[in-house]
């Protein structure tokens, strides 16, 4: 079982601000991903990683940015928020040859 | 491309009554199979998944799915449901390794499940 760490649980921010969602995983798990789900909806995938320094865009668009700098590590960022954006971000892992993805426990983001 | 179809939107069923939650994928490729439980504020969480073999697969809290392959179909079932079972399910589908896809999973729309007293 992967343990997967999001912060913040739930955060309310204004338009135009600056935002960072944090995702570590204490499983080494090589892949990464984050998925958004509007309430009552299904889940996307918006980006994906195979390893460090691999970041792929996942098949919904989003303008949200991620980086792999290390393999715990999956932050996602928003240069500048917007209502839009609100929405429950989640984040997984799995491993190279596994076939199982592991969730986080999510992140609220409500842009006001 | 892969897609999922959960037929029901929101299923209601009281305690200790059985009850399945449908699920219909369809895809041109081998592919593995996923039901996901979401309680409220939460993630999700694998409640079980169809990898090969046996087509009934056992999972956690009593549930188990049927791979239908002929139907395309991985229905999840209860004999018998808790109070706390009342959440919502999500299918999911994500390419086999030996079509050497990634395993990016494909979500259906979901199924609320409401167990009543």
């Known amino acids: 079982e992967a343990d997967i760490y999001q912060t913040p649980r739930y955060l309310v921010i204004g338009t135009g601000k600056k935002i960072t969602l944090e995702c570590s995983q204490t499983?080494?798990?090589?892949?990464m991903y984050w998925y958004q789900q509007d309430p009552g909806m299904e889940l996307h995938l918006i980006h994906y990683?195979?390893?460090?320094?691999?970041?792929e865009k996942g098949d919904l668009s989003s303008e949200s940015t991620v980086s792999r700098i290390r393999t715990e590590h999956f932050p996602l960022t928003l240069e500048s928020a917007r209502p839009s954006h609100t929405s429950q971000y989640l984040c997984?892992?799995?491993?190279?040859?596994?076939?199982?993805?592991?969730f986080g426990e999510g992140s609220w983001l409500t842009v006001v | 491309a892969q897609s999922v179809t959960q037929l029901d939107s929101q299923v209601p069923v009281f305690e200790e009554a059985p009850v399945e939650l449908r699920c219909n994928y369809s895809?041109?490729?081998?592919?593995?199979l996923f039901w996901y439980v979401q309680y409220p504020n939460q993630g999700l969480q694998l409640l079980l998944k169809?990898?090969?073999?046996?087509?009934l697969v056992k999972g956690i809290n009593g549930f188990e799915a049927e791979f239908n392959k002929s139907q395309t179909s991985f229905h999840l079932r209860k004999p018998s449901v808790h109070i706390s079972d009342t959440a919502e399910y999500f299918c999911a589908v994500s390419d086999s390794e030996l079509t050497g896809g990634g395993n990016k999973l494909t979500f259906g729309t979901g199924t609320q499940l409401k167990v009543e007293l």
């Open positions: 895809s041109s490729v081998s592919v593995y």
């Open positions: 169809y990898l090969s073999g046996s087509t």
């Open positions: 499983m080494g798990h090589d892949k």
């Open positions: 997984a892992s799995s491993e190279v040859r596994g076939n199982t993805i592991y």
């Open positions: 990683s195979y390893g460090v320094n691999s970041t």
